[in-house]
């Protein structure tokens, strides 16, 4: 008797998570991570709105909610995402999910039927493809620049598949490169998509993150024609724990999402949930978001100077301005043996077959993060980086 379904075997273990398994010992430096590290954490603010809540109404606090999320929240994002120009009071709306990746879950559980493509950048979010494929789509990859996707190669993969659910795009200081697509790209994505008449799913983790600057408008504030679903949350920015994230798109839509969400959790904790809102509208959200990008900032800073003072020349490195990835890239050779070599010395970086639709296929890039490292161990770490790809290359 074979108890699996036909989809669960495309399903393929994460080598991110397998490297990150490593991460349960304090001994190893976590240029890994990709949620934020205790120096990150708000843990006063947090410590303050859980006495308050637990104290003034635990039973509110711990008990159920309705499944498209507590009403004062979802208004609180509501007026955010209205604000930049993201959400529409006449046709949109918005749901709570348990995180962006469920958000991305269920809208591809409402859209892949059996057969479809989906199409995405390649380098992509590795815990994505087993998402998409559990649902029966193909995932079809689009090499990118330091813009984004590559527009050619994205209207010959929808010619080549017709049948195309929807892009997935993460635009902002994006999983695994750290690159962000300029606003001529955006529009190109966008139009093409409307060539195609495909959806496209924003995904929003890491937007509130940017260092300074012009802010780059979202896909989603471009969007005239209602193709783009917007999905975000606040794993990245205040704490994996809280896992609250949201989906943004026409009402026709949310409308079947929270069927869905009805199906898979009855909806998302409303403990998250209260924390979250009362961090956003009562505990000085923007301020403390402000001190957040600082602290990324530098962390990021320290991290690309250090690579850039102690690595061989040949090794090149994204310099991103927002988020906390960043993308190297060396010459030639084995990869995987170098990141094997570093790991022995017990540092973590993923390799970057980690995020390529083809798992097996050799890769020449892997992905640092800041975001799970004190300044004393990214002065260590890259200090044993370097010592090893010295040996390896010029």
Known sequence: MNAFSR????????????????AADPSF???????PGADFIPN???????????TNNPAEALGYTLPEG????????????????????????????SGTQQGIDIISRLICNEGDAVICPDPCPAELFNTFRSY?????????DNEGMDISCLEKALSD?????????????SDPTGNTLSEERRKQVLETAYRHNVLIIEDATYSELGFGGDEIPSIRSLDKNGVVIYVGGFSAVVSKGLSVGYICCRKNICSRAV???EGASLGADSFSQQVIHRLLTRYGYDEYLEELREKYRKKSDLLINCLKYKMPYSVEFTEPYGGFFLWGTTPEGDLNYFCRKVLEQKVIMIPGNAFAIDSLAARLSFRLSCAGVSDEEIEKGTDIIASVAKTLYK
Do not use: H
């Not at 075997?9 to 398994?21: H, Y």
């Not at 006063?44 to 637990?54: F, M, N, Q, S, W």
């Not at 029966?136 to 990118?144: D, F, L, T």
């Open 7 to 22: 989809r669960a075997g495309s399903l393929q273990p994460s080598i991110t998570s397998e490297m990150l398994r490593y």
């Open 29 to 35: 430096i976590n240029f890994g991570a990709s949620s």
């Open 44 to 54: 006063g603010i947090l410590r303050d709105i859980t006495e308050e809540l637990l």
């Open 70 to 97: 507590l009403r004062p929240l979802r208004d609180a994002i509501k007026d955010r995402l209205y604000s930049k120009g993201i959400l529409s009071w006449n046709d949109d709306d918005l749901i709570i999910t």
């Open 136 to 144: 029966g789509a193909k995932v079809v990859g689009v090499i990118c």
């Open 161 to 173: 598949n017709p049948r195309t659910a929807f892009i997935y795009i993460n635009p902002d200081f």
């Open 259 to 261: 069927c869905a969400l």
